[in-house]
């Protein structure tokens, strides 16, 4: 007699992998680019990923640059590398990409990055991730990148293979959802020294087990959330415009810091760099009654920085979800050459997953790395499993289909 397990498994914020088998009940499109290396401008323009490398179920689909959603609720996650091969000068570069819902550009899932065209760096990722609502059936979804600065020399193109990739993850709607938004442009912290609570002033969404009141969000019960928010910021008019000015933002938990959350976004004013992004995804173990707060310091510069909207999604993930959470707490995050960083530290792990299921994968390139597995209704059967092809399994989900797993990266710079 043998046991199937429907599983899928994917690292949230830093990839999305695949085990040997699939779930007709987890729909999900993973693409990339392998070909468009357009150059960036000035104008938000809509960019496609031509190679499918691997998809699940009907609910999401491709054609013409668009992804068309189905009603419902999915994760969101892109990558996109940039390069410039200009050497010369010191000029600055800023890029901006963003998520586009039926032709509107969104605040969730927005990202930034910085090339300084000096001294080797000549790259910058945008990456960005959301749980995003789909409140209508055949919804448009695309990605759009744009720079931000002034300068209009050395445009960065757009890399191809093995550095970027999109992923859409099609979420249990029974599960609960907090969603919390700026509605209003507010200023950010002045602090170099303090942080201060971001002040979410609109409930979007609030399934039970969720409160807010101002920056504060409760959560009734324990369990382990997915939590994702953007916070696009921009420089004002002032003296201090184009001073470097760098602002870090991390999670709390009844006013303590939830390790691994930190990030950081750079405005270093030359050449009109004046726009940022502070972007976060990743797993968190709540106690019951706990308060989450996002909260930010401006650790550099002299100008006030304002928030241009900003969204916050949280999702609770059931009890049989296994999840792995390892951290680094030492080791050199500097090397001169591409290098494995390792961790050493696991701070969570579910160890009663059956002997047979996918082991977890190795280090990736982020501080720490959260792993969840989505485990659906075990299947007994008198007869040994059968090759299948995917197209088939969509046809008929109590049928297990093996093969190597299929990995696409994304990185969390």
């Known amino acids: ?181 700026l509605s209003t442009t507010q200023a950010a912290t002045v602090s170099p020294t303090v942080f201060d609570d971001v002040v979410w002033d609109t409930s979007d969404e609030e399934d039970t087990g969720f409160s807010r009141s101002g920056a504060d969000i409760t959560i009734a019960d324990a369990g382990r959330y997915i939590v994702s928010y953007s916070l696009p910021v921009t420089k004002g008019l002032g003296t201090g415009l184009a001073a470097r000015t760098e602002l870090t933002s991390r999670l709390t938990l009844d006013g303590v810091e939830v390790q691994g959350t930190r990030v950081s976004t750079y405005l270093r004013g030359a050449e009109g760099t004046h726009d940022g992004v502070l972007n976060y995804i990743g797993i968190v173990e709540v106690a019951a009654g706990d308060v989450l707060n996002v909260e930010e310091i401006k650790t550099d510069g002299n100008e006030t920085v304002f928030y241009q909207g900003g969204t916050i999604e949280i999702v609770q993930l059931p009890p ?28 969570q792990i579910d160890t009663d997953t059956e002997a047979d299921e996918p082991a977890a994968p190795e280090e990736n390139e982020a501080d720490s790395e959260a792993v969840v597995e989505l485990i659906g209704d075990e299947e007994e059967s008198d007869d040994p499993p059968e090759e299948t092809s995917l197209s088939e399994v969509e046809e008929d989900p109590d049928v297990e289909v093996e093969g190597e797993p299929e990995v696409d990266t994304q990185s969390s710079e």
């Not at 020399?153 to 919390?180: D, F």
């Not at 979800?321 to 701070?347: H, M, V, Y």
């Open 320 to 347: 049989e979800a296994k999840t792995f959470i390892r951290e680094a707490t030492s080791g050199n995050q500097n090397p001169p050459t591409l290098t494995e960083f390792a961790r050493d530290t696991t701070a």
């Open 1 to 181: 007699m043998t046991k199937s397990i429907i599983t899928a498994l994917f690292i949230v914020g830093c990839s999305f992998f695949v085990p040997t088998t699939y779930a007709a009940s987890i729909e999900y499109m993973v693409r990339e680019n392998t070909t468009d290396s357009t150059t960036i401008s000035d104008t938000e323009t809509v960019f496609g990923w031509d190679s499918q490398t691997h998809a699940s179920g009907t609910a999401v689909t491709y054609a013409a640059n668009e992804f068309t959603l189905d009603t419902g609720k999915y994760l969101v996650m892109y990558t996109q590398e940039w390069e410039t091969t200009d050497t010369s000068g010191n000029t600055r570069k800023q890029i901006q990409g963003r998520l586009q819902i039926d032709g509107v550009t969104a605040t969730s899932g927005a990202s930034a990055c910085y090339i300084r065209k000096s001294n080797g760096d000549q790259s910058c990722v945008t990456a960005g991730n959301s749980i995003v609502d789909i409140a209508a059936a055949t919804a448009a979804l695309t990605t759009s990148f744009y720079k931000s600065d002034t300068e209009a020399t050395g445009l960065p193109t757009r890399e191809e293979v093995g550095q970027n990739g999109v992923q859409i993850i099609r979420l249990n709607e029974n599960w609960n959802y907090g969603r919390y938004s």
